[in-house]
């Protein structure tokens, strides 16, 4: 779905006797987008080649104790592309995200079964967070030391941000008709791993952080024997905890926006316009049995929505003289549209068309008036933001 979004916001500052500048406090908005700009089943046994047509992700862990497997082997990898709705490039610090939702909906539930067909455990709702040290094989080294039982039932289904590597810094939301692209923009089709052998040297990964706010890849955290921290678990807002998952519900994250390193990922997420998230579980496949989840090649299904509100930073409009002209400064970045204007009388406006807008810092946009004169004159900025 194509969405428009054009927003226009009038600041003016008088000349004449002295300068006054006008200020407009920072507005609240939201943003919705019905499916990702890329989506992809990160499964690291596929290389990641044709991993962006598939028609469903299956979510699960693979693990053995000879680490023939990655932990987190199965996931689902989202991005969107926030430029067509939300002002970019305004400085990441400028943003504030009061709330963050991603919903994807269940298409195929899969219990575990025995060698002779027969249902053992169905998938069931679980929406705490489990300890890498509940995963622990009882073959595993340190075992009777370092495990924990999981005092609930079922696996949660947990959420992470989208970390890249190998010189992978973007997202690219062209399929290149189901070409993968190279660094440094990354698209469905893009390499998930570097290699399909141990050590699965991978180019994207689930994201997350430590305690003291360091970036940290997860997809092996129970072999690296460290703690998660998902920046969401699933709501299933129709379940209670222990139910069982069925076909058609949605699994709801609501990002910890309060969490500092979250809020800072986010702000930087919406300053460049490039949002990417990652769904994960650690569903071993013969004990707990596993989920599918919509994606866009889903027939009638989209991949998962995307919900966000946000400040945007106050549009402040500045004026100063510099060598005598009158310079006006205000927030907004390369890829938005503005019209200076000048009046007399307040009444009547005029278009300048020159020259043109400089951008002397990341976020900052300056105009200045070589044709001033000693008249007084009102200046005002129109904010013309479109896809």
């Known amino acids: 779905m194509t969405l428009t979004m054009i927003r226009r916001k009038i600041l003016e500052a008088v000349l004449g006797g002295g300068l006054v500048?006008?200020?407009?406090?920072?507005?609240a908005d939201s943003a919705s987008f019905e499916a990702p700009g890329l989506d992809q089943w990160g499964y690291h046994r596929l290389g990641g080649v044709s991993a962006g047509s598939y028609e469903s992700a299956a979510l699960f862990t693979k693990r053995e104790v000879s680490g023939s497997e990655e932990d987190r082997a199965a996931s689902y990898h989202v991005a969107y592309d926030l430029s067509a709705?939300?002002?970019t490039g305004l400085g990441a610090t400028n943003y504030q995200i009061q709330s963050a939702r991603l919903m994807v909906e269940v298409i195929e539930v899969s219990p575990a079964k025995d060698s002779g067909g027969n249902i053992i455990q169905e998938v069931v709702y679980d929406p705490t967070y489990d300890s890498w040290r509940t995963h622990l094989r009882?073959?595993?080294?340190?075992?009777a030391t370092?495990?924990?039982a999981d005092l609930d039932a079922g696996r949660p289904i947990c959420l992470f941000g989208f970390g890249l590597s190998n010189g992978f810094t973007g997202f690219s939301f062209d399929d290149n008709e189901g070409v993968g692209t190279t660094a440094p923009l990354y698209n469905e089709f893009s390499n998930l791993m570097v290699?399909?052998?141990?050590?699965?040297?991978r180019n994207a990964f689930p994201l997350s952080f430590d305690t003291n706010g360091q970036p940290i890849a997860v997809n092996n955290n129970v072999y690296d024997r460290m703690e998660a921290n998902p920046w969401a678990v699933a709501i299933i807002t129709n379940k209670s905890p222990g139910d069982v998952i069925a076909v058609g519900d949605h699994l709801v994250f609501d990002l910890d926006v309060n969490n500092p390193a979250i809020q800072a990922y986010l702000q930087q997420a919406?300053?460049?316009?490039?949002?990417?998230?990652i769904v994960s579980s650690l569903h071993h496949t013969p004990v707990d049995g596993f989920l599918r989840l919509a994606t866009n090649e889903t027939f009638d299904k989209q991949g998962g929505r995307l919900d966000l509100t946000y400040t945007a930073p106050p549009f402040r409009l500045s004026l100063r003289l510099v060598n005598q002209l009158p310079v006006l400064r205000f927030p907004g970045s390369t890829n938005q549209t503005f019209?200076?204007?000048?009046?007399?009388n307040l009444i009547n406006w005029e278009t300048n068309t020159s020259p043109a807008l400089t951008y002397p810092a990341d976020g900052v946009v300056e105009w200045t008036d070589a044709n001033s004169t000693a008249a007084p004159k009102y200046y005002r900025v129109i904010q013309i933001t479109t896809p």
């Open 21 to 27: 500048a006008s200020t407009l406090t920072g507005w």
């Open 85 to 87: 709705q939300i002002p």
């Open 138 to 143: 009882s073959t595993a080294t340190n075992y």
């Open 146 to 148: 370092d495990h924990v």
């Open 195 to 201: 290699a399909t052998t141990p050590p699965f040297p």
């Open 270 to 277: 919406l300053h460049v316009g490039q949002l990417g998230l």
């Open 339 to 344: 019209h200076i204007q000048h009046s007399g």
